[in-house]
Each structure stands twice: as C-alpha cells, then as structure tokens.
C-alpha cells in the first residue's frame, strides 16, 4: 500500500490529490535554489534536475507521512465509531485499562 501512495505522489505530481499540485511549488522551490547555487557557481544542466529531484523527494516524503499520520487517524476514528465511543473516551479508557494492568 506505501508503494502505491508514493507512486501516485510521484507520478501525479500531487500534494493534495489533485493532479499537478506540487508543480507550482516544486518550481518554486527550484527557483529559489537555483537562484541561490547560481550566486555561488554556475550550475549545469545536471546538477539543476539532480535539485529538481532532490527537492521532489523532499517534498513527496512531507506529503506520504501526512497521509500516514490521515490514515492512523481514520483507523482511529473508526475504532471509537465501532464501540460507540469519542475519540477521547476512546484514549481515555485504553490508559485507563492500561493503568489497571500495569498496576496488578
């Protein structure tokens, strides 16, 4: 399933599921460190995709553990939803449970 998340990020480009969402910014953030490389050397054409790529694989790791974090979220959520519970009753009684064995 992590395979399939981050071949959609890489190959749709994509920062909030929409196709070509990290476009705008991965060019910015080129933009930005080419300008500076620039400054201190000339760079070649190489070394530009080879920052390309980096901050790519920068930016798509941000995004792939946002979507972990959502999905450790929603098994959360769906956990309190099935014993009828809120989210911090949810928390709450697990410690709780967790206290009383701990202790015995």
Request: no cysteine.
């Amino acid at each position: 399933m992590e395979a399939f998340v981050k071949f959609l990020l890489y190959t749709l480009k994509t920062i909030d599921g929409q196709r070509g969402s990290a476009n705008k910014l991965l060019n910015t953030l080129h933009a930005q460190s080419s300008k500076h490389l620039r400054m201190s050397q000339k760079i070649s054409n190489e070394k530009s995709e080879n920052l390309r790529r980096i901050l790519e694989y920068k930016v798509f790791k941000k995004v792939f553990w946002k979507y972990q974090i959502m999905k450790v979220r929603s098994k959360i959520s769906f956990t309190a939803f099935e014993q009828g519970k809120t989210i911090k009753e949810l928390i709450l009684t697990q410690i709780i449970k967790t206290y009383n064995i701990m202790r015995h």
